[in-house]
């Protein structure tokens, strides 16, 4: 068990916004948030990755995990696809109902796919804007004449991303060269993680089952890069890497940037520590579910 408390002062109140079955790091940055004792998980809420079904392939992935670490915490199906037509999802709706609580202690939503769902919740409810803040998983790093490939997850809403980048919401955006540094071997993760109750086993057995995928054809082999995990390290410790204010840019379909005349400013992360973020997350699984 965990031998320490946060002060109440301290705690914040999350939803992690997840494409959880597109592949296998968002169950572990869904458990780094469930097993961090700062963060109040409101809900956990599926988002698509525009593919036909994907929501819903998220929703039982993250429900995979949530069952796993036998929590109560709802998981909540987000917005079919890009575009956003018809009645609001739960992930909408829970999202507008959140920030317009009133609690001290603040909100922010961990965006670890498209931005489909906040964006929705911001365009149906422009009040809440100054009542949250985004940490965005997406889009590329400044600087860079072409994008080295199409960024996942701005690339499969890149009307949603220009949405909430050009919002009056907080953004802080962890960008493709910092979330693709976490990385892990699957032997590190077979010792730290697999041994370690139901959810270790899980998060292994679903990593490795998909490193044998053609889905995983990009990797190494026997590496992975944990990228989803730096959005629950930025809100445990928003200093747990270098960050710089720079100006909104413009995201195209390729997801490279175009210049935004008289566009606001957004944090964005230049790096990392992912000694900090292993160290704590391979702690706490230790700590809260023992070896066996």
């Known amino acids: 068990m965990l031998q320490f408390q946060v002060p109440e002062q301290k705690r914040l109140r999350v939803i992690v916004d997840t494409d959880a079955a597109c592949e296998a790091d968002d169950p572990f940055a869904i458990a780094y948030a469930l097993m961090s004792p700062k963060l109040l998980v409101r809900a956990v809420t599926a988002a698509h990755f525009a593919q036909p079904g994907s929501m819903e392939q998220s929703r039982e992935a993250a429900l995979r995990v949530t069952q796993a670490m036998g929590s109560d915490v709802p998981v909540l199906r987000g917005e079919e696809g890009p575009g956003g037509g018809g009645a609001p999802s739960e992930a909408v709706q829970r999202m507008i109902r959140e920030a317009r609580i009133d609690d001290p202690r603040p909100l922010f939503i961990l965006c670890m796919g498209a931005l489909t769902n906040i ?6 409810a422009p009040d809440i804007a100054n009542r949250l803040t985004v940490v965005s998983i997406g889009g590329h790093p400044y600087g860079e004449n072409r994008p080295p490939w199409r ?10 991303a220009n949405a909430v980048l050009q919002s009056a919401a907080p953004v802080w955006q962890i960008p493709s060269d910092v979330y693709g540094s976490i990385r892990v071997g699957l032997a590190e993760l077979q010792e730290q993680v697999m041994p370690y109750g139901k959810i270790g ?3 292994f057995e679903q990593m490795i089952a998909y490193n044998m995928t053609p889905e995983a054809a990009w990797t190494q082999g026997e590496s992975w890069s944990l990228g989803d995990s730096p959005a629950v390290a930025a809100v445990l410790h928003p200093a747990c890497g270098r960050t710089a204010r720079r100006p909104v840019c413009r995201v195209e379909n390729d997801t490279s940037y175009s210049p935004l005349p008289g566009g606001r400013e957004i944090l964005v992360y230049q790096d990392m520590d ?3 973020l ?3 997350f391979y702690a ?3 700590l809260l579910y023992p070896r066996t």
């Open 119 to 124: 964006a929705r919740a911001l365009r149906d």
């Open 151 to 160: 960024e996942f997850n701005f690339g499969n809403d890149p009307d949603a």
């Open 201 to 203: 086993r899980y998060l």
């Open 274 to 276: 992912s000694r900090y």
């Open 278 to 280: 292993l160290g704590d």
């Open 284 to 286: 706490k699984l230790h």
